[in-house]
C-alpha cells in the first residue's frame, strides 16, 4: 500500500506522540520494568537462542545474531552493519541476503523518526505497514517498507527512543519477503540493547 505523504506522516506521528515520551533513559527503562511481563530488568537482553551470538559494540549496544553472521562495527561511529554473507565488493546481491545496519544517534525520536518519514516521503517509498513493538522492553516503533528501487527492495526499520539520550535505529535490507525471515529480523531487532558508557 502506498500511503500519501499526509496520511504516512499523520499516522506515525499519532503513534510516536501516543508512545514516546521526552524522558531520560533511565526513566524509560523504569516504566518499562515496572510493565515488565518477565524477571528480566527493562532493557536487558532476552536468553541468548540457541544458534545465536552476541554482537556487542562496546559502549554502543549489543545485539543477538545468528552465529554464522558477520558483524563490523565501529564505537566511535557508533555505527555496525551486520550480514548473513561474507562482505566482498564485487558481491552481487542473492535472494538469501540480509544485511542489518544498527546505529545510535543523538537525535530524539521525535527528530529521528521525522526525518527519515521526510526521507521516504522523498523518495516515494512504500510503507507496508508500522507498528509500536516492544525492544527488550521498552517501547519502539517499527515500519516495514516493500517494493523499494534498491540493490534490496525490501527494509524492516525499528526506532527504540531513549529520551534526550537518543535514538536507536535498526534497518534491515533484504530481498526476499516471506514469514521466516521476516521472524528472523524481527527476533534480532527485538534482541537490541543499549549499552550505555
Known sequence: MRLTPWLLTSLIAG?????????????????????????RPAGTPPPLPEGFKTYALPGSFSIQVPEAWVAVGSEAEQ?????????????IPQPSDIKTEVWFTAETADTAVNNSIQAIIN???????????????????????????????????????????????????????DDETTALIEQVHDSFGLLFQ
Do not use: C, K, M
Open 15 to 39: 503513534t510516536l506522540i501516543s508512545t514516546l515520551t521526552p524522558q531520560s533513559p533511565f526513566t524509560l527503562a523504569a516504566q518499562a520494568q515496572a510493565e515488565a511481563t518477565d524477571d
Open 79 to 91: 555505527y555496525a552493519v551486520i550480514t548473513n554473507f561474507e562482505a566482498d565488493l564485487d558481491r
Open 123 to 177: 523518495n516515494g517509498y512504500a510503507v507496508n505497514r508500522y507498528r509500536q513493538v516492544d525492544v527488550n522492553q521498552l517501547r519502539a516503533l517499527r515500519l516495514w517498507l516493500v517494493d523499494l528501487p534498491l540493490d534490496y527492495p525490501n527494509q524492516v526499520v525499528t526506532y527504540i527512543g531513549y529520551g534526550t539520550y537518543g535514538t536507536a535505529i535498526l534497518v534491515t535490507h533484504y530481498q526476499t519477503r
